[in-house]
């Protein structure tokens, strides 16, 4: 191995039959004896009814997450999940970043910082979703963008400055005390979420990690070749920023993942097998090649339709493949 710590993550429900206080503390209370390293919490505040929007992450750009239109908060649940482990690390996954007024935002996550003992890990996106940006009242869709990097650089200036102040396009404060600070210093990780080039260059200028899932069909990592090739492409952006790519933390998401070792393989998109479907050595073989590429914390979807059936999925991983990879 390549000396890089290898950290596995899951998610707990946020919306369904399984969103409830004791089944995601059973999840996430379980993973985390099972020796899971990071639980994550995906984010929408408000499912709109109609969304012609294009979902960046499946073939016919179609979303079928929200159709109940329910959603628990992203945020709130992470103060709940603090409380519930010891140990995870505690990742928005991802944080639509315009979504939320920056100051708020930044007291917020410092104040689950300090209830969880250091162990935010804050992944961030700009949203796809104009109808949700429509109907919470944010900035334009179309700056999103924009907002996203000055509400970043919001987050950093109040959790680093003494006399924090700030004067922007969308953000403006001066004369204030932000206190608590986050635990971490000196502050917690922003690991930027996507997958294309402006995705990197925001990783480049303003990130502590690189967060995309691989099955975007316009940018495709869903076979190691592809993921090697967009490294080394992140490597020059962040070159040319003056920074060290050993200083940026490389997750991904698998969001395909069915659970189990012994699942049919899927074809990728360059028509062989996609990265961590088939069988049990194949996956682990896949788990190693990343790792190899520099990856440290690979997250995967075990959400059955039972907490017992999420359980047993989690359990079959961490027993049957991940030894198999030499973790």
């Not at 049919?264 to 190693?288: C, H, L, M, N, Y």
Request: glycine share 10%; charged share 20%; aromatic share 10%.
């Amino acid at each position: 191995m390549n000396g890089v710590t290898m950290d596995f993550g899951f998610g707990v429900p946020t919306r369904g039959p399984l969103a409830t206080p004791r089944d995601i503390a059973t999840i996430a209370s379980r993973g985390e004896a099972l020796g899971f390293r990071t639980v994550v919490v995906n984010d929408h505040i408000i499912v709109p009814r109609d969304v012609d929007s294009t979902y960046p992450y499946s073939q016919t750009g179609q979303w079928a997450g929200g159709r109940t239109g329910e959603a628990l908060e992203q945020l709130v649940l992470l103060s709940y999940l603090a409380h519930a482990t010891a140990h995870l690390r505690l990742l928005t996954s991802v944080m639509v970043v315009p979504h939320r007024n920056p100051v708020v935002t930044a007291k917020m996550l410092a104040t689950v910082d300090v209830l969880s003992e250091g162990r935010v890990t804050v992944g961030c996106g700009a949203g796809w979703m104009r109808e949700e940006f429509d109907a919470i009242g944010t900035p334009p869709f179309k700056d999103r963008g924009r907002v996203t990097d000055e509400y970043l650089n919001v987050f950093k200036v109040l959790w680093t400055q003494g006399e924090p102040n700030f004067a922007g396009e969308y953000a403006n404060f001066k004369n204030i005390t932000f206190l608590p600070k986050p635990v971490q210093k000196p502050h917690p990780p922003l690991w930027i979420g996507g997958e294309g080039g402006v995705a990197m260059r925001r990783v480049a200028a303003l990130g502590d990690g690189w967060y995309p899932i691989g099955n975007n069909p316009r940018q495709p990592l869903d076979v190691p070749d592809r993921y090697a090739a967009a490294v080394e492409k992140l490597r020059r952006y962040v070159e040319s920023q003056g920074r060290d790519m050993a200083e940026i933390d490389l997750a991904y998401g698998v969001n395909w993942y069915s659970g189990y070792g012994d699942s049919t393989a899927v074809p990728s998109s360059e028509g062989g097998r996609r990265a961590f479907t088939g069988d049990k050595d194949e996956i682990a073989d896949d788990i190693a090649k990343y790792h190899e590429l520099g990856l440290r914390c690979l997250v995967l979807n075990f959400e059955g339709s039972s907490v017992s059936e999420t359980l047993e999925r989690m359990e079959h991983f961490m027993s049957d493949i991940v030894p198999k990879a030499g973790f």
